[in-house]
């Protein structure tokens, strides 16, 4: 038994040993993020090797807000992300309720289709997209550009679909004989139920929202009118910019969601495990 | 399950709408703007003019070179390391799960912008922290923007560092759907972790592997923002040029959409055979 368990203890001492190395490298540019955040310019730009946080993030973020109107364009990302959220949520848990509970004409099809270019990469739409909402509609540097085109997205359909079609149909059959009305059942019965799935899908839309970059880029390139990581995209390559303040700016818009998802990793998981649920 | 065609077109239309106006529709169109000469005023219908450019075009084939060269490198370490990341995480005998859980797992929701900002930064010539490390172990610091090679590495390391986490999440819930007493079984036989490894969580694993493979590969294929913001544009002179930074430049640079159509739909076409090979992989044995 002796052996046995000092096998056990080496064993572990092995993994932490692999671990633990691998951890703090991955940790590492998100610290010298923060850390880089408090220094002044001349500090990040010498010759030594600095590792701890200095205090001049104020500094920095003062820099920043003169380089570019920050405040504003997070603003701007904070009610988009709520919009496009709350909307996604609604739009895909929707069909996904439709998909899962009802058989209808055209079902096959709406399915078939769906999946069938789940996998067709973005850089496909984008051009028409473009040519649409900038010419077409006319809606370049409002927030409808940046709230409605990425709503396409059917991964939350999909993912809605699996959630309420795995609930047991007596319960809504139940509400049914009452003479409930179907969408007051969606609404008040299955809804509910559906919280910590509606959770996980809200916790990563948002984050897409909050993170998306390529196409605020495009459609939203008016000063006025740039999310946080366009606004700060825009300072990166500039000779006369303040890299503090730019790191400032990284910490504004990185150490939010870290905070989120320390506090609800179990959604956060769920959410990105569930893209690989077929 | 009732049949009720209105009740159910009431709860689909909204999405179906959007998702015909902004992803079918799109689709459809960006493969007719393909066939179209762009650039004079009205459009007018040219089968080759985009494609037959295409073929001839070095820029073309440069974006296609370096982004499969980033997909054939970068994909297979970045997989093989999430792998290892989530059997380690998986391991009952690891303590303080929640720290290792947090390094790892972290960089998912760090933005494209916020850490190409980062690692340009870690990775300046002379006062990059990297290069300082490097030098204060006695190494040559590398000019990571200024020569292809470094520069190629750089966004893989880059790329390998954001999703690798991303990966072993993916991976964990897989590992965690294996039953115990698979392994229990085997130990009793006295077969070796390593060799329980090789025979019975790989192969149990392959399907949720060649997922992430498949997500992986679709997304590197469209790399943008690492090549544009960390290598400045794709620099050196090209050296990281990707289909994704082609398309930017000249769909909407010089405003050529027929021909970023046509680059929109080779990739297209590559994510197509990707997703093939993925259904042959993983299809069910007779």
Same mark, same amino acid.
């Given at each position: #038994?002796?052996?046995?368990?000092?096998?056990?203890?080496?064993?572990?001492?092995?993994?932490?040993?692999?671990?633990t190395?691998?951890?703090?490298?991955?940790?590492?540019?998100?610290w010298?993020?923060?850390?880089f955040?408090?220094?002044?310019?001349?500090?990040?730009?010498?010759?030594?090797?600095?590792?701890?946080?200095?205090?001049?993030?104020?500094?920095?973020?003062n820099n920043?807000?003169?380089?570019?109107?920050?405040?504003?364009a997070?603003?701007?990302?904070?009610?988009?992300?709520?919009?496009?959220t709350f909307?996604?949520?609604?739009?895909?848990?929707?069909?996904?309720?439709?998909?899962?509970?009802?058989?209808?004409?055209?079902?096959?099809?709406?399915v078939?289709?769906?999946?069938?270019?789940?996998?067709l990469?973005?850089a496909?739409v984008?051009?028409?997209q473009?040519? #649409?909402?900038?010419?077409?509609?006319?809606?370049?540097?409002?927030w409808?550009?940046?709230?409605v085109?990425?709503l396409?997205?059917?991964?939350g359909?999909?993912?809605m679909?699996?959630?309420?079609?795995?609930?047991?149909?007596?319960?809504?059959?139940?509400?049914?004989?009452?003479g409930?009305?179907?969408?007051?059942?969606?609404l008040?019965?299955?809804?509910?139920?559906?919280?910590?799935?509606?959770?996980?899908?809200?916790?990563?839309?948002?984050?897409?929202?909050?993170?998306?970059?390529?196409?605020?880029?495009?459609?939203?390139s008016?000063p006025?009118?740039?999310?946080?990581?366009?606004?700060?995209?825009?300072?990166?390559?500039?000779t006369?910019?303040?890299w503090?303040?730019? #790191?400032?700016?990284?910490? #504004?818009?990185?150490?939010?969601m870290?905070?989120?998802?320390?506090?609800?990793?179990?959604?956060?998981?769920?959410?990105?495990?569930a893209?690989?649920?077929? | 399950m009732?049949?009720?065609?209105?009740?159910?077109?009431?709860?689909?239309t909204?999405?179906? =709408?959007?998702?015909?106006?902004?992803?079918?529709?799109?689709?459809?169109?960006s493969?007719?703007?393909?066939?179209?000469?762009?650039?004079?005023?009205?459009?007018?219908?040219?089968?080759?003019?985009?494609?037959?450019?295409?073929i001839?075009?070095?820029?073309?084939? !440069?974006?296609?070179? !370096?982004?499969?060269?980033?997909?054939?490198?970068?994909?297979?370490?970045?997989i093989? =390391?999430?792998?290892?990341?989530?059997v380690?995480?998986?391991?009952?005998l690891?303590?303080?799960?929640?720290?290792?859980r947090?390094?790892?797992?972290?960089?998912?929701?760090?933005?494209?912008?916020?850490?190409?900002?980062?690692?340009?930064?870690?990775?300046?010539l002379?006062f990059?922290?990297?290069?300082?490390?490097?030098?204060?172990?006695?190494?040559?610091?590398?000019?990571?923007?200024? !020569?292809?090679?470094?520069?190629?590495a750089?966004?893989?390391?880059?790329?390998?560092?954001?999703?690798?986490?991303?990966?072993?999440?993916?991976?964990?819930?897989?590992?965690q759907?294996?039953?115990?007493?698979?392994?229990?079984?085997?130990?009793?036989?006295?077969?070796?972790?390593?060799?329980?490894?090789f025979?019975?969580? =790989?192969?149990?694993?392959?399907?949720?592997?060649?997922?992430?493979?498949v997500?992986?590969?679709?997304?590197?294929?469209?790399?943008?923002?690492e090549p544009?913001?960390?290598?400045?544009?794709?620099?050196?002179?090209?050296?990281?040029?990707?289909l994704?930074?082609?398309?930017?430049?000249?769909?909407?640079?010089? =405003? !050529?959409?027929?021909?970023?159509?046509?680059?929109?739909?080779?990739?297209?076409?590559?994510?197509?055979?990707?997703?093939?090979v993925?259904?042959?992989?993983?299809?069910e044995p007779?």
């Amino acid at each position: #038994m002796t052996s046995r368990s000092q096998r056990r203890l080496g064993r572990s001492i092995l993994l932490h040993l692999v671990l633990t190395p691998l951890a703090l490298i991955w940790l590492f540019p998100l610290w010298m993020m923060v850390v880089f955040s408090t220094m002044p310019d001349n500090g990040i730009f010498s010759p030594g090797i600095e590792l701890l946080p200095h205090d001049g993030f104020l500094d920095n973020f003062n820099n920043l807000q003169r380089d570019t109107n920050f405040v504003g364009a997070i603003g701007i990302s904070v009610s988009v992300a709520v919009t496009y959220t709350f909307l996604s949520v609604l739009l895909t848990s929707m069909a996904g309720w439709a998909l899962a509970r009802y058989d209808f004409l055209g079902k096959g099809v709406v399915v078939a289709i769906i999946f069938g270019t789940i996998t067709l990469p973005y850089a496909v739409v984008l051009i028409p997209q473009f040519i #649409m909402v900038a010419r077409d509609f006319q809606l370049a540097n409002t927030w409808i550009a940046l709230i409605v085109p990425p709503l396409f997205n059917s991964l939350g359909v999909l993912f809605m679909r699996q959630a309420f079609s795995m609930m047991p149909a007596e319960l809504f059959d139940a509400a049914r004989v009452e003479g409930v009305k179907e969408w007051r059942i969606f609404l008040f019965v299955a809804l509910p139920l559906a919280r910590p799935m509606l959770a996980a899908l809200a916790i990563i839309l948002f984050l897409a929202s909050w993170n998306n970059y390529l196409w605020p880029l495009l459609i939203n390139s008016q000063p006025g009118a740039m999310t946080a990581p366009v606004a700060l995209g825009t300072l990166i390559g500039l000779t006369k910019v303040s890299w503090g303040g730019i #790191m400032a700016g990284a910490v #504004m818009l990185t150490v939010p969601m870290l905070i989120v998802f320390v506090l609800l990793q179990r959604h956060f998981i769920a959410g990105i495990a569930a893209g690989a649920v077929k | 399950m009732r049949y009720r065609n209105a009740t159910a077109y009431r709860f689909l239309t909204p999405y179906l =709408l959007i998702f015909a106006i902004f992803w079918i529709w799109p689709i459809i169109s960006s493969f007719l703007i393909s066939f179209q000469a762009t650039r004079t005023v009205p459009w007018r219908f040219a089968p080759t003019f985009n494609w037959g450019r295409l073929i001839g075009d070095p820029a073309f084939f !440069n974006a296609l070179k !370096n982004t499969l060269l980033i997909l054939v490198i970068q994909v297979p370490v970045m997989i093989s =390391l999430a792998v290892v990341m989530a059997v380690l995480l998986n391991s009952p005998l690891l303590k303080a799960r929640g720290l290792y859980r947090f390094a790892f797992f972290a960089p998912v929701v760090v933005g494209e912008v916020a850490y190409s900002a980062v690692f340009r930064l870690m990775f300046s010539l002379d006062f990059g922290i990297v290069n300082k490390l490097l030098n204060s172990v006695g190494l040559e610091k590398i000019d990571w923007f200024s !020569n292809v090679t470094p520069a190629m590495a750089l966004i893989m390391i880059a790329v390998t560092w954001r999703w690798a986490g991303y990966n072993a999440i993916i991976i964990l819930a897989g590992l965690q759907s294996i039953p115990d007493d698979v392994y229990e079984a085997a130990t009793l036989d006295r077969v070796s972790k390593l060799k329980q490894f090789f025979y019975i969580t =790989l192969p149990l694993l392959k399907p949720v592997i060649v997922f992430c493979a498949v997500l992986s590969i679709i997304g590197t294929m469209q790399l943008f923002t690492e090549p544009f913001l960390i290598t400045e544009r794709g620099g050196p002179g090209g050296g990281t040029e990707t289909l994704g930074l082609l398309l930017y430049r000249q769909g909407f640079r010089s =405003l !050529n959409f027929g021909y970023a159509s046509a680059i929109a739909y080779t990739m297209a076409g590559l994510a197509i055979a990707i997703t093939l090979v993925q259904l042959w992989l993983t299809r069910e044995p007779k």
